[in-house]
Structures are given as C-alpha cells and as structure tokens.
C-alpha cells in the first residue's frame, strides 16, 4: 500500500523545482486553505491536500510543452484556444500518469480553473481555495469566512467575479464555467453548508 503522506511530501519537491518561487508560495497557501475547507466540511484532507499540491504543476511551463501534454489531454477547442486553461487539463494528465493518483483525487485539478455543473465538494474546495488563499492581491478574509460557511455561496462569489473579469477583457466565456453558473443559480441555494 501506497503511503501517501509520503506522495504528497515527494510531490512538493517535484512541484517546488517545477515552479517559481511565488507561483510555489500560492501553490502552499492552496494547499494550507484547502486543507483547512476539507476538514471543515468533514473530507478526507490528504486527497485534497494531493490536489492543491498538483493543480498548478503545469502552469509555468513553455508552451510548446503544455501543447504536446494537451495531445494526450483531447481537450475541447475552446480550451484550446484559451492558454490560461491549458494547465488544468495538463495538470490534471500529469497527476494520474506522473503520481498515479486515481482519478476522484485528480478530478479537482482538471476543473479548478472553469468549474462545471454539479461539481463535487472536493471539486469545489479546491476550485475556491485557488482563489481565496492568503497569498492573492486580492485576499479577503471575509472570503474565507464565506467559504467555511456556505461554500455554494462562495463559489458563486467568485465564479461571478470571474466570469465578469473575463467578460470585461472581451473573451470568450467558457461553457463549462456557464454550465457551473447555471447550476450554482439553480440548485438548492445551500449546496453544502458547515
């Protein structure tokens, strides 16, 4: 049996020498908020712990290589054309071939950047805990208060200020991120609560 406390202490040096000095200080205050969300809404800590570890792996990395991981990746043409989501779908290869971890595990990574319809706690924890970790210019403690709280509201939150952000610079909105508002408008208002 794997020990995956160690995994996770590997995947850290990996992802330390992969990454920037500041991009590996978000990448440990995602893996600090995650952790902290997991706990409070009583999930197993070390998959999401393993998740905030990996979802940034590949953001750094040259394009030309982000490119040839997308091959085996298949993604769909408009993640194709948006770089900025190149690294979820990378990320998300990388942890099930590179770390083999299964794919429940993984799955957070691949929607950490758009978000989707009925995502699952995991998917969401990590999804906001990208977003609200203390490291970000735009850090609000009140976010997090949000998040341990209600966090279908805090996803909304933020998924809302980033499909506006998106808007205002004259992109293309993903489907995947309209799928996750829609059904964050038109689920129970409370999808999970502490």
Known sequence: MMNWENRCNQALEVVKNSVSAPRF???????????????????????????????????ELPKPQQLKLLEEVKPDLMTLKSPALWHAKTAHYLAIHEFNLP????????????????????????????????????????DMKLALQDIGSAMKKILQAKLMYTMQKGQPLHYDSLGCWNWLCT????LYEA
């Open 25 to 59: 200080l978000h990448i440990l205050g995602v893996v600090d908020t995650a952790v902290t969300l997991a706990k409070n809404y009583d999930l197993d800590p070390l998959p999401i712990k393993m998740a905030a570890i990996l979802h940034d792996r590949t953001k």
């Open 103 to 142: 794919e429940e595990w993984a799955e957070p990574i691949r929607w950490h950047t758009t978000g989707r319809e009925n995502m699952s706690l995991s998917d969401m924890v990590l999804y906001v805990a990208d977003q609200i970790e203390p490291g970000r210019e735009f850090y609000d403690p009140m």
């Open 187 to 190: 689920a129970n208002s409370r």
